[in-house]
């Protein structure tokens, strides 16, 4: 009996292996960590069954690289290594990209109270790329959830109302109304989330003892170098 040929699944080492292609240059070591593990998650989702690309997780994509490469050097590198991430699990960083602006852009405008009513009723369908990936999720048979997701989805809350982003109280009561309308766990949900807060605190620090190392340093060759010219005066 003849059977037909198997597409092989793509392993990480496949996909790391892809992404150096892409991208040749060095990858600053404190940030290195971070591209790696948001590449393997990438990787991860891409070869599972039940995963499908939406736009709400191409924000969360988008969020997480810039906000954990902040202030990399050099920052022309920082465009190549996106694309070469997205690339390396066959993914479009162009559509990424686009998908992200269109989800900031029309959270700007959205009333969370209407979106929670209109998403009460998903036969109805949505009226923009944001309710109709919503409606997508809620009507999913199977949905595919992802810390990726989340933080797409806190993107969005938070740039449709900026104040739950300070108001822990008034934050877990939204993302506990979305989590029960999408049919997600909001205690996985809300733990990401405060996992993914801590870790840009604990980059924000991070970054914060190396500027002042530099600055430290620079003062250091700038001490030495008025020594010297004092000397040779």
Same mark, same amino acid.
């Given at each position: 009996m003849k059977f037909g040929s198997v597409d092989k699944i793509r392993t990480v080492s496949d996909s790391k292996r892809d992404f150096y292609t892409r991208h040749t240059r060095p990858i600053n070591s404190v940030y290195r960590r971070v591209v790696e593990e948001l590449l393997v998650?990438?990787? /991860?989702?891409? #070869?599972?069954?039940?995963?499908?690309?939406?736009?709400? $997780?191409? /924000?969360?994509? #988008?969020?997480?690289?810039?906000?954990?490469?902040?202030? $990399?050097?050099?920052?022309?590198?920082?465009?190549?290594?996106?694309n070469a991430l997205c690339q390396a699990v066959n993914g479009n960083p162009e559509v990424y990209r686009r998908d992200a602006e269109n989800m900031i852009a029309i959270a700007k405008e959205t009333n969370i109270d209407s979106l929670l009513s209109q998403l009460q009723n998903p036969a109805m369908g949505g009226n923009n790329q944001l309710s109709d990936s919503l409606v997508s999720v809620i009507n999913a048979p199977k949905f595919k959830y992802s810390r990726l997701f989340a933080i797409g989805l806190y993107t969005i809350l938070a740039e449709a109302q900026p104040d739950m982003i300070k108001e822990k109280e008034k934050r877990e009561q939204i993302l506990q109304k979305f989590s029960e309308i999408l049919h997600l766990s909001s205690e996985k949900l809300q733990k990401d989330l405060d996992v993914y807060r801590g870790n840009l605190d604990k980059m924000d620090q991070l970054l914060k003892v190396i500027e002042d190392a530099l600055e430290a340093e620079k003062k250091k060759r700038q001490q030495k170098e008025q020594e010297k010219q004092t000397t040779l005066q």
């Amino acid at each position: 009996m003849k059977f037909g040929s198997v597409d092989k699944i793509r392993t990480v080492s496949d996909s790391k292996r892809d992404f150096y292609t892409r991208h040749t240059r060095p990858i600053n070591s404190v940030y290195r960590r971070v591209v790696e593990e948001l590449l393997v998650e990438m990787h /991860l989702l891409s #070869v599972n069954v039940d995963f499908h690309y939406d736009p709400i $997780y191409a /924000l969360g994509v #988008v969020t997480s690289f810039e906000k954990f490469m902040e202030g $990399y050097r050099p920052g022309e590198d920082k465009p190549n290594i996106f694309n070469a991430l997205c690339q390396a699990v066959n993914g479009n960083p162009e559509v990424y990209r686009r998908d992200a602006e269109n989800m900031i852009a029309i959270a700007k405008e959205t009333n969370i109270d209407s979106l929670l009513s209109q998403l009460q009723n998903p036969a109805m369908g949505g009226n923009n790329q944001l309710s109709d990936s919503l409606v997508s999720v809620i009507n999913a048979p199977k949905f595919k959830y992802s810390r990726l997701f989340a933080i797409g989805l806190y993107t969005i809350l938070a740039e449709a109302q900026p104040d739950m982003i300070k108001e822990k109280e008034k934050r877990e009561q939204i993302l506990q109304k979305f989590s029960e309308i999408l049919h997600l766990s909001s205690e996985k949900l809300q733990k990401d989330l405060d996992v993914y807060r801590g870790n840009l605190d604990k980059m924000d620090q991070l970054l914060k003892v190396i500027e002042d190392a530099l600055e430290a340093e620079k003062k250091k060759r700038q001490q030495k170098e008025q020594e010297k010219q004092t000397t040779l005066q």
